[in-house]
């Protein structure tokens, strides 16, 4: 919300970058996630980037890369544009976690190894006139 002060933003892409602390996740990694949007009655709602289709949300495992990914972009776009909305947060769930054995270990924002790769917010904005 602190990019709000700094004027018209306009968000190109968000991305939420989620990395595993395991290199090769123990029993198999699920094959998806869900990201939802945590309501003030702590019930969910999609977000609005899930609308956009699977593929561009996404939150596929990605063996090569040890990662899921979501693109947050209108989102993130909707909490900078409009500074009352309420923010309680996401949460994170395995897509069908009733039939889904897999699990998997997460890498925080500051993992204790130099070489593990953090989970991270990457975004690609322009400054409007």
């Known amino acids: 919300r602190d990019w709000a002060r700094l004027g018209n933003i306009a968000i190109n892409e968000a991305k939420l970058v989620l990395s595993g602390f395991e ?9 998806r996630l869900a990201l939802v949007e945590i309501q003030e009655d702590g019930t969910y709602l999609p977000l609005i980037d899930e609308w956009e289709g699977a593929f561009f949300f996404d939150g596929s495992y990605k063996s090569s890369s040890n990662t899921y990914t979501f693109r947050i972009t209108r989102h993130v776009q909707s909490l900078i544009s409009d500074t009352t909305k309420p923010n309680n947060g996401m949460y994170l769930f395995v897509r069908g976690e009733s039939v889904i054995p897999e699990r998997f270990i997460f890498n925080g924002n500051r993992p204790a ?7 991270r917010l990457e975004i690609i904005y322009t400054q409007l006139k």
């Open 23 to 31: 290199t090769k996740p123990y029993n198999g990694a699920p094959p």
């Open 113 to 119: 190894a130099d070489t593990a790769s953090p989970f």
